[in-house]
Nanobody, 121 residues
């Protein structure tokens, strides 16, 4: 059983910073691409940032220069450092990971439960 557990959300004033963490646990030998998505009320879930197993990253235009995604493969953990936060960054942030099965070679897509980020103006 594989689980992704996020932490680090909260309430912050505009211009502030938060750091999100997402740790994978269970039957994990390796993790492929990892990412962060967010969903604001009434909106669809959208991509925030991705990082592949080699460390290459990709960001949504709205967060470029303000957010940094990183990962610690030894800890099966992905991070999202969020700086210069804006009210429009408010939403539930979800981590995502592609993890291969122990046997058979199939890759499964996993989601965390989400963590709330609220940025006040």
């Amino acid at each position: 059983q594989v689980q992704l557990v996020e932490s680090g959300g909260g309430l912050v004033q505009a211009g502030g910073s938060l750091r999100l963490s997402c740790a994978g646990s269970g039957s994990i030998l390796s993790i492929g691409r990892m990412g962060w998505y967010r969903q604001a009320p009434g909106n669809q879930r959208e991509l925030v940032a991705l990082i592949d197993s080699s460390g290459s990253t990709n960001y949504a235009d709205s967060v470029k220069g303000r957010f940094t995604i990183s990962r610690d493969n030894a800890k099966n953990t992905v991070y999202l450092q969020m700086n210069t936060l804006k009210p429009e960054d408010t939403g539930v942030y979800y981590c995502n990971a592609l993890i291969p099965q122990l046997f058979g070679g199939r890759w499964n897509n996993y989601w965390g439960q989400g963590t709330q980020v609220t940025v006040s103006s």
